[in-house]
Nanobody
Framework: VQLQASGGGLVQAGDSLRLSCVGS????????VGWFRQAPGKEREFVAS????????YYADSVKGRFTISRDNAKNTVFLQMNSLKAEDAAVYYC?????????????????WGQGTVVTVSS
């Protein structure tokens, strides 16, 4: 499967953005999908994950209540709605897919990665 992430941009603190991750192939609906982010000088960190068919989701504590992950299986797309953005949310955001189809917070569980989209938050 191939992934294409988009939707990043420059926003002010408190604003919202919606990231999209489009997956190729009819089987994309069977994959669990996660969002990760990496800020300059920091390690890649887990943000959110959604199971195949959208049956379950999971969030990092740092984004819980502000971010929402969802999927439109008919369009092979997973979204990350980001509200109340903070300066510390600025990073390159990556989507990733896991064949096992569950929700995972470790990047080791994902075999397929998109190219990343940049989110910049000005305070």
């Amino acid at each position: 499967v191939q992934l294409q992430a988009s939707g990043g941009g420059l926003v002010q603190a408190g604003d919202s953005l919606r990231l999209s991750c489009v997956g190729s192939g009819r089987s994309f609906v069977r994959y669990g999908v996660g969002w990760f982010r990496q800020a300059p000088g920091k390690e890649r960190e887990f943000v959110a994950s959604i199971a195949r068919y959208g049956t379950a989701d999971y969030y990092a504590d740092s984004v819980k209540g502000r971010f929402t992950i969802s999927r439109d299986n008919a369009k092979n797309t997973v979204f990350l709605q980001m509200n109340s953005l903070k300066a510390e949310d600025a990073a390159v955001y990556y989507c990733a897919a896991a064949e096992r189809g569950g929700i995972y917070d470790s990047h080791h569980s994902y075999a397929y990665w998109g190219q990343g989209t940049v989110v910049t938050v000005s305070s």
